[in-house]
């Protein structure tokens, strides 16, 4: 008996800091309330997709070369808040997006939350922003959102940057997005996972290379976590890794004629670099780089070769990579 009623009380407890959990999260995030807290506020600017609000950056002067710069799964564009305003420096009109779901762009319930609905969204933003081709820069699962915006809509494509890119459906291997996959379960874990500091600073470690964890700041952090504490955010981080598809990316790389440039850590755990090695294989027009002690974003690790090689492979007409700088392992 004592046991049943320890079973019971501790099951109670359980479900009252879930309930608790559930009824004290707030709907959403509202950008008023925070917009003092992002970086580069001031280049925020927000607009509307097939009845979505998008938040998007933007820097340099319209009339350069325009990139238009994709985060990964559960990021922001916060990823590219050192680089951005750098790649402005260096001659490019550069717009930094949040997909739909993520950041401060809106999250609806009926969006189905596939990466060929996000790359129509990155055309569509295009079209609203008069931007006929771009280079398309795209970081992990941004990384399987540009390629499929270059397979779908090739004609929006100047060129293809992939950063640590997804191209398979690998990372649904992860612990988590299998407990994310498990109806009630994953409803139930998402907003206590999510919200912990502490868990995130073990998963920044498995990201970033060692060399690179005095990046794992309060700030980082906090800047991580702000659009993910709410309701919708759980929703729709839920919703895109039950609809995780990218194979296509992998089965269908050879069929992507755009100069394309290719760029990992040597350290990254997240997404291997095997898969930067099927990706290189597969497009013909492909240059392959590796940096030296770095993890799985090249872009905030190391910013300052990560612009270099990105402003180099864009002005050059032949999308060649000469960059002999030491923090470069490999170049093919």
């Known amino acids: 008996m004592k046991k049943k009623h320890l079973a019971l009380g501790v099951g109670g407890a359980i479900g ?45 002067m319209r009339g350069n ?31 930094a997006v949040d997909l739909i779901g993520f950041g401060y762009s809106d999250k609806p319930s009926w969006f189905d939350y596939k990466i060929t609905s996000q790359a129509r ?11 006929g081709t771009a280079t398309i820069v795209g970081s992990s699962y941004g990384g399987a959102v540009s390629a499929t915006l270059a397979l779908d809509y090739p004609e929006r494509v100047e060129k293809l940057i992939l950063v640590d890119a ?5 990372a649904l291997n992860h612990p988590l997005l299998k407990l994310a996959a498990l109806p009630v379960i994953g409803e139930l874990a998402t907003p206590f996972i999510v919200d912990s500091k502490a868990f995130l600073k073990v998963r920044m470690r498995g990201t970033l290379a060692p060399a690179n964890h005095h990046l794992i700041t309060k700030d980082r952090i906090e800047s991580v976590l702000r659009p ?32 394309t440039l290719i760029i990992w850590g040597e350290n990254d755990t997240v997404i291997p670099i ?32 990560f612009a270099e090689l990105v402003t180099e492979f864009c002005r050059d007409k032949k999308s060649r990579i000469e960059n002999e700088s030491e923090e470069i392992l490999d170049i093919k």
């Open 16 to 60: 009252a800091v879930v309930a608790w959990k559930f009824l004290t999260r707030a709907g959403g995030v509202n950008w008023d309330d925070v917009a003092d807290k992002i970086h580069h506020s001031e280049h925020s600017k927000f607009t509307e997709i097939d009845g979505a609000t998008i938040h998007f950056q933007e820097f340099g």
């Open 65 to 95: 070369p325009t990139l238009v710069l994709v985060h990964g799964y559960t990021a922001s564009t916060y990823v590219w808040h050192t680089t951005a305003p750098v790649l402005a420096e260096n001659g490019f009109h550069v717009i």
């Open 121 to 131: 969204m990155i055309s569509r933003l295009m079209d609203r922003l008069g931007i």
């Open 166 to 170: 997804v191209c398979n459906d690998e």
């Open 228 to 259: 993910l504490k709410a309701a919708d955010a759980h929703y729709s981080l839920l919703e895109t890794s039950r609809n995780w598809d990218a194979c296509r990316i992998q089965d269908d790389a050879s069929l992507i004629n755009h100069p």
């Open 274 to 305: 095997h898969n930067g090695e099927t990706l290189y294989n597969s497009i013909v027009h492909s240059r392959f780089v590796v940096l030296k002690n770095c993890g799985h974003v090249p872009q905030e690790e190391k910013p300052e070769i």
